[in-house]
T-cell receptor, first 117, second 112 residues
Framework: DTGVSQNPRHKITKRGQNVTFRCDPISEHNRLYWYRQTLGQGPEFLTYFQNEAQLEKSRLLSDRFSAERPKGSFSTLEIQRTEQGDSAMYLC???????????????FGPGTRLTVT | GNSVTQMEGPVTLSEEAFLTINCTYTATGYPSLFWYVQYPGEGLQLLLKATKADDKGSNKGFEATYRKETTSFHLEKGSVQVSDSAVYFCALSERGAQKLVFGQGTRLTINP
């Protein structure tokens, strides 16, 4: 178990370009989450998957954002037509959900820092 | 909606001092409560948790007690070390909901 990994760790892009981030969760975890963290703030929830199904999306996730988890393993987060306001740390987390457990610990990756110039 | 409010930072203490970081929450139901820590250059790590009223979470000398009557989950440590320097986040998760709601974080610096 190597933990949650995210690639790339840093991304600098010009406004209007598209970017894609990848998250590889802990291998046996069936839930995967995306959060966004801006400087000096706590992470904010964007979306989550159970296996390959995207079950919840935040209002923060505008039409320019799309997330996938095609085989229930790794996930990608794509931002189209990036804006300067998209500059943030994008965090991925995973957890193992099982019946009878009401509180799930989420394990976080190191994040991808996006800078839009 | 659900929210978490943490004490304003940054907090600077000397080694071996007593630490308290205040956290209060607003929730419609009975949430689970968490403290996460972010060391420089690293991802968020779960420090401790409590899932029901009067539960005490503890880890690495840190403690927090789930106080339903005051809607609080204050983080304490009796004697801090330089290695405790990090950003600490209080968070909640509503029962049946999957997302974590975080406070804004408190940066802690411990001087030798």
């Amino acid at each position: 178990d190597t933990g949650v990994s995210q690639n790339p760790r840093h991304k600098i892009t010009k406004r209007g370009q598209n970017v894609t981030f990848r998250c590889d969760p802990i291998s046996e975890h069936n839930r995967l989450y995306w959060y966004r963290q801006t400087l000096g703030q706590g992470p904010e929830f964007l979306t989550y998957f159970q296996n390959e199904a995207q079950l919840e999306k935040s209002r923060l996730l505008s039409d320019r954002f799309s997330a996938e988890r095609p085989k229930g393993s790794f996930s990608t987060l794509e931002i189209q037509r990036t804006e300067q306001g998209d500059s943030a740390m994008y965090l991925c987390a995973s957890s193992l959900a099982s019946s009878g457990v009401s509180s799930y610990e989420q394990y976080f990756g190191p994040g991808t820092r996006l800078t839009v110039t | 909606g659900n929210s978490v409010t943490q004490m304003e930072g940054p907090v600077t203490l000397s080694e071996e001092a007593f630490l308290t970081i205040n956290c209060t929450y607003t929730a419609t139901g009975y949430p689970s409560l968490f403290w996460y820590v972010q060391y420089p250059g690293e991802g968020l790590q779960l420090l401790l948790k409590a899932t029901k009223a009067d539960d005490k979470g503890s880890n690495k000398g840190f403690e927090a007690t789930y106080r339903k009557e005051t809607t609080s989950f204050h983080l304490e440590k009796g004697s801090v070390q330089v290695s405790d320097s990090a950003v600490y986040f209080c968070a909640l998760s509503e029962r049946g909901a999957q997302k974590l709601v975080f406070g804004q974080g408190t940066r802690l610096t411990i001087n030798p």
